[in-house]
């Protein structure tokens, strides 16, 4: 029973990280109809940012999040607007292949640049762990997970309740009345692409506090990602976040009652499964 | 076609079929390899180029098609060619069977449902015990580079004349106009389901076909290298950037795009994995309906054919 509850704990720690790799994936989807191919390429990178940020300078991750996220959104912003921006009106599937090719560049590049060694965040409280009478607590997942709430929710108001977040919001329902009204549309779908990158980011570096970063894990993470998106819908944060913990779930306890390796084959089958019984998403509308 | 155009395509298959009489050795190789990428291409180019259903996950077809070479001759002593018939019937019904729920996505969701294929098959294959788990199948050599070259080529012509008499078919026709437009296919008395999965399976028959010469050739298999994921990402750039949709697009795509990498792998190795990235983004953003396509209206625009794509696609 203590062993099912810690499973659940782990599930629920990891789901609150997956919510927030997902959350720039699904806003990039909803509002830019791109499914981003290269998402996790541009959470390693927010990794790596986040690596060198303290074995170089000792800027703690968690610290230098605002630092990684501003690199990231304006990385996204260059290449939404100088790039994206021209195959925007292209068929579903051309965007679908740049991105996929933006991935292999930025894997490739992080291969050259930063060599295909593991690399973890390592700050002094990595180790320790806070013991909840039988379930054990460790500090960095914990504090990855709060960061993944606060960013989730701060994503849900920031779209509900801000000028830009409305623009983003109206352009996603309807491009030309969003146009008569004054929306710029390059300079808003860099905006909210850029936003996308910079969670990817932000994403990255809680998950190189958590586990390792190499210059492959991109494609498994876009996958997960992708999953978490369909299975919460795209049209609201707190949907991905359940999206998230339900995924982070699953796999702990299919690690758990069958196998480490079956862990991506179950988020898979999920993905499979909820796109035939329910494209619209678990959560999403029904189309 | 054209008297002229047969012409040509023969005596470039002659030039082709001859290299193991005066190629070097290496040559002979890197043949094997770019002849095979080109199977791969092609088969693409049935599921993704002409049903326009852009599959991310072929390479998992080239895999069951070397495991069923590689546990028939290793496991139960048959001969290579029964071994490729039962990839092939591996192939047909994993086709099938992930065809029927998956393919009635639309284009893109099948396109995502497809990308984790390769990963998922790795972790089953890894727990079989007749495939070797992840310790891989070691198969009898057979130390003969020409023969495997022939029949790689020989494999690509029938694939090619496969698609050559498709697209003067019934069955052609009703992929193209399920590429174009499903619901009108459908209206027009297409059997849509039918016609998808079927494309789905020849596709994954040619495929499979190719990673069975390429298991015996390299005499040992494991999970990581028979799935291998990148097989994905060259196919379809080499189908794209050759020109989808088309009969010899792929095939042009394939033969260029392997030279240019081989060359470039000489110097660094990361640097061709690189540059196969960079080719799909800019073959997305000037070219995007490939080599063929673009040597065709270059003729008459000149570069203003790049700036015609660009303009007819940006925000």
């Known amino acids: 029973m203590d062993l099912l509850a810690q499973i659940l704990v782990n599930g629920v720690l990891q789901g609150g990280l997956y919510a927030v790799m997902a959350l720039g994936l699904a806003l990039v989807w909803g509002v830019l109809n791109i499914v981003n191919l290269a998402h996790g390429a541009f959470i390693m990178l927010g990794g790596y940012a986040s690596w060198y940020l303290y074995t170089y300078l000792h800027i703690d991750p968690f610290l230098g999040l605002p630092l990684t996220a501003v690199v990231m959104f304006a990385l996204g912003y260059g290449i939404q607007r100088g790039l994206l921006n021209l195959v925007i009106r292209a068929p579903m599937f051309n965007t679908l292949l740049i991105t996929f090719g933006l991935e292999v560049v930025l894997t490739y590049l992080a291969q050259l640049v930063f060599s295909a060694d593991f690399r973890t965040i390592n700050p002094p409280y990595a180790g320790s762990s806070l013991a909840l009478g039988p379930l054990v607590l460790p500090v960095a997942r914990m504090a990855a997970f709060a960061v993944a709430i606060i960013l989730t929710v701060g994503m849900w108001l920031f779209l509900l309740h801000t000028r830009l977040g409305r623009a983003i919001r109206a352009t996603a329902q309807n491009l030309v009345a969003a146009r008569l009204y004054g929306v710029e549309p390059r300079h808003l779908y860099a905006m909210t692409f850029g936003l996308g990158i910079a969670l990817a980011g932000m994403a990255g570096t809680l998950y190189g506090t958590v586990s390792q970063i190499n210059p492959y894990i991109g494609a498994s993470l876009t996958a997960k990602s992708f999953a978490i998106s369909i299975i919460g819908g795209l049209e609201n944060p707190l949907g991905v976040l359940v999206g998230g913990l339900f995924l982070g779930i699953v796999e702990s306890l299919t690690t758990l009652y069958i196998g480490q390796t079956y862990a991506d084959v179950a988020s898979f089958g999920i993905l499979v499964l909820v796109l035939i019984v329910r494209p619209g998403g678990l959560l999403g509308r029904t189309t | ?315």
């Open chain 2, 1 to 315: 076609m054209k008297m002229w155009k047969i012409g040509l395509v023969l005596a470039a298959l002659a030039v082709l079929a001859g290299v193991p009489w005066y190629g070097s050795d290496v040559l002979i190789q890197f043949g094997i390899n770019a002849l095979l990428l080109a199977v791969l291409a092609q088969g693409w180019n049935i599921i993704g180029g002409y049903t326009g259903y852009a599959s991310f996950g072929n390479s998992v077809f080239y895999g069951l098609g070397g495991y069923g070479v590689a546990i028939a001759m290793v496991q139960w002593q048959l001969p290579f060619a029964v071994g490729m018939g039962f990839g092939v019937v591996l192939a047909v019904v994993f086709a099938v069977l992930l065809g029927i729920p998956v393919l009635r996505l639309k284009g893109h969701y099948f396109a995502i449902a497809t990308l984790a294929l390769s990963q998922v098959m790795t972790a089953i294959v890894s727990n079989v015990g007749i495939a070797g788990q992840n310790i891989g199948l070691v198969l009898p050599p057979l130390n003969n580079d020409p023969l495997f070259y022939e029949l790689s080529l020989g494999l690509l012509t029938i694939a090619t004349l496969t698609i050559w008499g498709m697209t003067r078919s019934r069955f052609g026709f009703g992929l193209i106009a399920i590429r174009e437009n499903e619901e009108g296919a459908a209206v027009m008395g297409v059997n849509t389901t039918l016609y998808k999965v079927m494309a789905f399976a020849l596709s994954g028959i040619f495929s499979a076909l190719a990673g069975g010469i390429h298991a015996y050739w390299v005499t040992f298999l494991d999970p990581a290298s028979a799935f291998d994921i990148s097989l994905n990402v060259k196919m379809i750039i080499m189908a794209v950037f050759g020109g989808p949709g088309t009969v010899l697009g792929p095939i042009v795509g394939a033969l260029t795009l392997s030279t240019i990498s081989e060359f470039l792998s000489s110097e660094v190795t990361s640097i061709a994995g690189l540059f196969f990235g960079l080719v799909i983004v800019v073959a997305v953003v000037l070219m995007p309906r490939g080599l063929a396509d673009m040597l065709r209206r270059m003729r008459k625009m000149g570069w203003g054919y790049f700036i015609e794509n660009i303009r007819a696609h940006r925000l």
